[in-house]
């Protein structure tokens, strides 16, 4: 599919979205909070479709993100679906493996590295640290880093 | 059907000497067949992003070379794609078409290297000799361009850090000659060995659909009918101005994935040629005083795959946030559809295809209900081994005739 | 000086660990038993376990993760033996000190299993094959 009727798609999901944005050439965000995420994410991958690349996850200070990035292989834009989740004390978003086999490691990396609770995830347990890491100390949060 | 009696596991790793990485695969069997896989990483977990937020963005490329040993001029440049993004800055040609003759050069190294291990962990230790063999001509031309054979350090934010002499040019076009002739006739031996065929058609399929749920890339998405290149979907350097084909094959199997591998390296060798005719001349850097705020998206085709950056920027001299996403990220994973139902004796070889670069990833044991290992990878490549043999007997070997080149 | 420590310098077999490495250190290591390098006219063997090696070679940082398997490692490998510690990372984390999984370097963890331990140090980024059997063979003609 070209560019404009991928834009055309994108715009079917607009009002789970906060915004559409062009960053750069074949670069668009999409903005959106915590419990719309599923939705999109499930739009992306299903019926537009989109190849998922990866989730990068985001300690930003007063709440945290989840960026999910997809590809458009025929034209080589990169949509990425941004996620605020709000809540620092307890963060938590609906899981995206149940759908998409290939983000399980990646959420599961996040929840090692931030601390976020993925709900529903088939298999939520430790990853990339080590068995003697301890419990509850997030290594990519501001306050682990200071 | 499972019980609930606990059925052997085998336990693959975490250390052997030809499995360089480490990994903890656990394999659940039922008699011969393999019902249940799961892997143990964080061996090589090292904080590779939370070290690149404490360093300067022109030294973040000196480390993420080093996430991986055979994608380390992927790395890089991948990053490089994201910071040049945010800071809305285009190398100049010159660099460019050098960041694709390195880039190329690696792509060969790393599926010879692949060649070879894959000969190995069938028993065809011909094969791994004579792969790596013709590997060392490519390190010597690496070695001469930039001073190192694996390592390089030839990118920077805005270009390249070392220029190809001109002189060097006819040099490299007549090792590139040499280097064709010899992977054309490694290829043809490999592709037409009745034993190889026997020993890899059909073997650890990854069907199209489980490519697209477990998101692979690369030859392992290649090699089940997807068609995906970033160097063509996505361009970068100058692979937009040269012509070049995506190799692409349908049936998903292991054979399929060596196919696409070895047609790759001609490619590569073809991709090399013409940018060394075409290359421009020259600046090979622009100077670039700072990053603005912004975020980018970088990418690159690994020899694995697409290798994937997000770098964030405030405005200062540090990474606010980079993610790293390495392509056998995803391939790895995909054993959970390509080994299951599989036999024991294919494991290695299932395993192998997706080229996994643990250390990109972060790392094979069967145990038994109770722990005990019953299995170790020894005896696993041994069955490997056996298979082959039984194949040859029923096929007849046949005679490998390589020329010393 | 030993008849063991004799017998380990004629025909040392060596068992490869990777704590942590990016690959680079474990490829050269693999590329010195290819056509070009052939250690194995010396007699340097590649073996499936510790307990029949008579040298380590140890490639990577030290993981939070591969150090528990390093210490048992070692633990396992018949004494005497010699760990060689092949490029920057094991002989000093290097570029990797600021990070969070690392526990290395990796003398410090091999000293906490055995004091005594006879290392040596093989620095590069990696180590070319030609500076990795030149360290080995230094190494040996020393003890």
Redesign the interface.
């Known amino acids: 599919m070209n560019q404009e009727e991928l834009n055309n798609k994108l715009l079917e999901i607009k009002d789970k979205l906060i915004d559409i944005e062009q960053k750069a050439n074949k670069r668009i965000f999409l903005p959106c909070e915590a419990e719309n995420t599923y939705a999109v994410n499930k739009f992306l991958f299903e019926d537009v479709p989109l190849r998922f690349v990866i989730a990068t996850g985001i300690d930003s200070d007063d709440y945290f993100e989840i960026l999910y990035h997809y590809s458009n292989d025929e034209t080589g834009c990169v949509v990425t679906v941004k996620a605020f989740i709000r809540d620092r004390e307890k963060p938590a978003i609906e899981s995206i493996a149940p759908f998409l086999p290939g983000a399980e490691w990646i959420e599961r990396e996040i929840h090692d590295l931030l601390g976020i609770d993925f709900k529903n995830h088939p298999n939520l347990r430790r990853l990339i640290l080590s068995d003697d890491w301890p419990e509850g100390v997030y290594p990519l949060r501001k306050e682990t880093k200071k | 059907m499972k019980e609930t009696v606990k059925k052997p596991v085998l336990a693959v790793g975490p250390f052997h000497p030809l499995q360089e990485e480490m990994e903890f695969y656990q394999l659940t069997l039922d008699g011969e067949k393999v019902v249940d896989i799961d892997v143990r990483i964080s061996y090589n977990h090292r904080g590779m992003e939370g070290i690149s937020e404490t360093l300067q963005f022109d030294q973040v490329p000196f480390l993420v070379s080093r996430v991986c040993g055979i994608c380390s001029a992927s790395h890089p440049l991948a990053y490089i794609n994201a910071v040049e993004e945010i800071a809305g800055i285009t190398a100049p040609e010159r660099a460019q078409y050098i960041r694709v003759i390195i880039n190329e050069l690696e792509r060969i190294h790393s599926h010879m290297l692949w060649v070879g291990l894959a000969g190995h962990f069938i028993g065809y230790d011909t094969v791994f000799m004579w792969a790596w063999k013709y590997r060392e001509p490519v390190l010597d031309l690496l070695e001469e361009i930039t001073g190192n054979r694996n390592n390089y350090g030839n990118v920077k934010v805005g270009g390249c850090r070392e220029d190809i002499p001109n002189e060097l040019i006819p040099k490299m076009l007549k090792d590139l000659d040499k280097l064709d002739k010899k992977t054309w006739m490694l290829t043809k031996a490999v592709l037409d060995d009745p034993i190889i065929h026997a020993r890899l058609k059909g073997v650890g399929i990854l069907t199209k659909q489980a490519a697209i749920d477990y998101a692979v890339t690369g030859p392992t998405a290649r090699g089940s009918g997807i068609a995906i290149d970033v160097r063509r979907d996505d361009p970068y350097a100058a692979y937009a101005d040269l012509d070049w084909n995506v190799i692409s094959q349908p049936e998903g199997d292991v054979f399929a994935k060596a196919v696409v591998r070895l047609l790759e390296v001609l490619e590569a060798v073809k991709i090399i040629k013409q940018a060394l005719k075409k290359l421009p001349d020259g600046p090979i850097a622009i100077e670039v005083k700072e990053i603005p705020p912004g975020e980018g998206c970088g990418r690159a085709e690994a020899p694995r795959g697409e290798t994937f950056h997000y770098v964030r920027s405030d405005g200062g001299n540090r990474p606010v946030r980079h993610k790293i996403r390495a392509p056998s990220y995803v391939n790895v994973p995909s054993f959970k559809a390509s080994c299951l139902g599989g036999h024991i004796a294919d494991v290695t070889i299932t395993l192998a295809a997706v080229d996994p670069c643990y250390s990109c990833t972060e790392r094979l044991a069967v145990v038994d209900g109770h722990n005990n290992i019953i299995h170790n990878y020894e005896s696993l490549h041994q069955l490997s081994c056996e298979k082959t043999a039984r194949i040859k007997k029923e096929i007849g070997a046949p005679e490998w005739k390589l020329e010393d080149i | 000086m030993s008849w063991k420590i004799k017998a380990l310098k004629k025909s040392p077999w060596v ?17 010195c038993l ?3 390098y052939d250690v194995e006219r010396f007699g340097i063997k ?3 376990s510790p307990r029949h090696a008579d040298a380590l070679l140890v490639t ?2 030290g ?4 150090a ?2 390093l210490r048992e ?1 070692y633990r396992q490998t018949s004494k005497p033996c010699v760990v060689f510690l092949i490029g920057a990372c094991p002989c000093g984390t290097g ?2 000190s ?5 526990a290395g370097p990796v003398d410090k963890i091999i000293r906490e299993v055995d004091p005594n331990a006879i290392i040596a140090y093989v620095p590069g ?2 180590p ?1 094959p030609e500076a990795m059997i030149s360290g080995i063979v230094k190494t040996l003609a020393a003890l």
Request: charge should be positive.
């Open positions: 068992f490869h660990v990777n704590v942590g490495a990016c690959n680079n250190c474990d490829i050269e290591i693999v590329n290819t056509p070009r590649l073996v499936g990577g940082v993981t939070m993760q591969a528990i398997r490692v570029i990797f600021q990070g969070y999984h690392v980024c990696p070319k």
